[in-house]
C-alpha cells in the first residue's frame, strides 16, 4: 500500500511500474517476485460497492502488494479501448468516464485511510508543500493531517484573498487550503470545500473539527456538479485537482456559476504541452497522479471563454520541468506536462 499511497504525496517518486509484477507482500515490507498470489475477479465478493473500495484496499494490503491490487482494480472496472467524451482524449487504452471517476475516488479514498495518523507535517510532506510555493510558516498554522502533500501549486495565495470573502475549493481533500484561505478571508468570510471522496471529507472535517473552524464547512459533490448556489463566491480555488476531471470543461462553467460577478478563479494545475506517447496516456497510476489526464493551455483558454470568463492569464510555473520529473522520474514526462497557474475573472455588471 505504501507506494500506492505515496506515488503522489511524496513527490510521486514511488511509481516504478505498479501495474507490473504482482507479487505479495512480505514481511517488513518487502516484496517477493518468487511468491505470488493473484487477485482474480470477484475475491471483493459480488456484493462489494464503490463506497467501500478504500477500505478494501487498506485492508488487501496488508497482504498483497499494491500492484497487484491496482491490476485487480484495472480488470474489474473492464478498461476497454473506446472514445470517453468530447473533452477527453488518451491515446491508446481508455476509460470511459464512469471508470475514470471510480479510479480516482477509489486511489484517493486509498490515500485518505492509508494516511491516517501519518500525515503531520513530516520533513518530507513539509518539502513537497514548500517545493509548490507554501510557506513554513503556512504549513505550521495547519491542522495535523491537513497537508497530504497533493498539490502543483499554492492556488490560496495566488487569489489575494480579502477579509469577508466567500471562497470555494474545488476537490479540497483534507483542507489544506480551505484552512489557508479561513485565516485570510476572518470570521466575517466563508470557505466552501468541495470534495467527492468520502473519506477525504471525513479527514476535513475531522481537522476543521480540531482547530474549531467555525467558518469552512466540507461539502460531498462532484465539482463537475457543485453543490453550490449561484453567484454566491467571490473566489473559486482548485490545486491540481481539475486534471483528474473527464469533463473538464463542464468544471469551468461551474465555477462561473457559483462566482458573483467581478468574482475570480485561482486555480493551480497541470497542461499538456506536448501529446503523451501512449504507454505514458493509458498508463492508470499517471492519471492519478495527475499527470496523464491534463489538457492543453489552448483547450483551458477556449474552455474559460465558451463559460464567460475574461482576462484569462495560465502561467507555466518556474521550475515546472524539475517538479514534474521529479513526480516519476525517469519516465520522461516532464516533455510532456508542466505545472501552472490558471486565472481568470467573471465579468463584473455592465453599468446602467
Known amino acids: 500500500m505504501h507506494e500506492l499511497l505515496e506515488v503522489k504525496r511524496q513527490g510521486r517518486g514511488q511509481h516504478a511500474d505498479l501495474l507490473g509484477n504482482n507479487a505479495r507482500r512480505q514481511p517488513g515490507g518487502t516484496a517477493s517476485h518468487q511468491q505470488t498470489e493473484e487477485l482474480e475477479p470477484g475475491f471483493l465478493g459480488k456484493g462489494a460497492q464503490s463506497g467501500d473500495c478504500a477500505f478494501l484496499i487498506h485492508q488487501l494490503s496488508q497482504k498483497f502488494h499494491v500492484s497487484a491490487i491496482i491490476e485487480y482494480m484495472l480488470l474489474t472496472a473492464k478498461i476497454v479501448s473506446r472514445d470517453i467524451s468530447r473533452n477527453v482524449e488518451m491515446v491508446g487504452t481508455i ?5 475514470i471517476k471510480e479510479l480516482v475516488r477509489n486511489w484517493y479514498g486509498g490515500v485518505a485511510v492509508g494516511s491516517a495518523g501519518c500525515c503531520s507535517s513530516t520533513t518530507t510532506s513539509d518539502n513537497a508543500s514548500c517545493d509548490v510555493g507554501y510557506s513554513e510558516a503556512e504549513l505550521a498554522l495547519l491542522p495535523e493531517g491537513a497537508d497530504l502533500g497533493l ?142 489526464g491534463a489538457a492543453t493551455t489552448r483547450q483551458i483558454e477556449d474552455w474559460l471563454a465558451g463559460a464567460g470568463f475574461t482576462d484569462i492569464r495560465i502561467t507555466i510555473n518556474p521550475g515546472s520541468r524539475e517538479l514534474v520529473e521529479s513526480w516519476a522520474p525517469g519516465r520522461g514526462i516532464e516533455g510532456y506536462v508542466a505545472s501552472v497557474t490558471i486565472e481568470a475573472r467573471k465579468p463584473s455588471a455592465s453599468p446602467l
Request: overall charge negative; charged content about 20%.
Open 95 to 99: 476509460m470511459n468516464t464512469t471508470e
Open 151 to 292: 498539490g502543483c501549486g499554492n492556488p490560496q495565495a495566488l487569489a489575494a484573498m480579502r477579509s469577508g470573502e466567500v471562497v470555494v475549493d474545488l476537490g479540497s481533500g483534507a483542507g489544506i487550503d480551505c484552512f489557508l484561505a479561513a485565516q485570510q478571508v476572518g470570521p466575517a468570510g466563508r470557505v466552501i470545500g468541495v470534495d467527492m471522496t468520502h473519506e477525504m471529507l471525513a479527514k476535513a472535517r475531522a481537522n476543521a473539527e480540531k482547530v474549531g473552524a467555525a467558518n469552512v464547512e466540507f461539502r460531498l459533490g462532484e465539482i463537475e456538479h457543485l453543490p453550490i448556489a449561484d453567484n454566491i463566491a467571490d473566489v473559486v480555488i482548485s490545486n491540481c485537482v481539475i486534471n483528474l476531471v473527464p469533463d473538464k470543461e463542464q468544471v469551468y462553467r461551474e465555477a462561473f456559476r457559483v462566482l458573483k460577478q467581478g468574482g475570480r478563479i485561482a486555480i493551480a494545475d497541470v497542461v499538456n504541452t506536448a501529446s503523451l506517447p501512449a504507454e505514458l496516456a493509458s498508463d492508470a497510476t499517471l492519471l492519478c497522479a495527475c499527470l496523464a
